[in-house]
């Protein structure tokens, strides 16, 4: 069975660029999360979609932005590249709103220079 | 914010069992305590969850607390691939999981 998927494994972009990331859950899962990982630190949530519309957002600016499709897949999306937002980021899949036993991806690690 | 606390780092031998605490005094009675971990280079993985009782599973077993304000989880034979940042989950009433910095265990040879 394939797990959550997320493409790309890896990105590079510059400053002021945007970036869409890719999330496949695990089928039959309905709600999808995003995180974001820094170096050195847990993962920090950023959105959750359950259904197709938006559950959950953490504290990251308006440059973040997120869509679930109706087959379950989402992306994420960032505008203006900045330095800070080089990090890993996960997808995390589940089968309800309320993520009992959530399985990750193995992320997408985004450098911006 | 995490609303829960634990120890930045443990050892343990190989072949022990390895016991990390974790307090979550603000949890309240409908609650359950989660635990993942993470692995270097990979995604957090699910370990085990808990609301009253003690939880057993092929990964590890989990102890609550009787006023569960806290919980240890218990790797009953630790390996060198259970070294992971491991991490007490307590969801916030929008269910959402939220990482604190969690434990660095590592297992000694």
């Known amino acids: 069975d394939a797990g959550v998927t997320q493409s790309p494994t890896h990105l590079i972009k510059t400053r002021g660029q945007h970036v869409t990331l890719r999330c496949s859950p695990i089928?039959?899962?309905?709600?999808v999360s995003w995180y974001q990982q820094v170096l050195g630190q847990g993962p920090q949530f950023i959105f959750q979609?359950?259904?197709?519309?938006?559950?959950g957002r953490g504290n990251f600016p308006d440059r973040f932005s997120a869509r679930q499709f109706p087959n379950y897949s989402s992306e994420l999306n960032v505008n203006a590249l900045l330095l800070g937002d080089s990090a890993l980021y996960l997808c995390?899949?589940?089968?309800?709103?309320?993520?009992?036993?959530?399985?990750f991806g193995q992320g997408t690690r985004l450098t911006v220079v | 914010d995490a609303k829960t606390t634990q120890p930045p780092s443990m050892d343990c031998a190989e072949g022990r069992a390895a016991n990390l605490p974790c307090n979550h005094s603000?949890?309240?009675?409908?609650?359950?305590v989660y635990w993942y971990r993470q692995i270097h280079s990979q995604g957090p993985q699910y370990i085990i969850h808990?609301?009253?009782n003690n939880e057993t599973n092929e990964m590890a077993s989990l102890i609550i607390t009787e006023d569960r304000k806290s919980s240890t989880l218990i790797l009953p034979h630790a390996t060198l691939r259970d070294t992971a940042v491991y991490y007490c989950?307590?969801?916030?009433?929008?269910?959402?999981?939220?990482f604190g910095k969690g434990t660095r265990l590592h297992i000694l040879p």
């Open positions: 995390a899949s589940s089968l309800n709103r309320q993520n009992t036993e959530a399985f």
């Open positions: 089928s039959g899962h309905k709600s």
């Open positions: 979609y359950y259904e197709k519309e938006e559950r």
């Open positions: 603000t949890i309240s009675g409908n609650e359950y």
């Open positions: 808990g609301l009253k």
């Open positions: 989950i307590d969801p916030n009433r929008d269910d959402k999981i939220i």
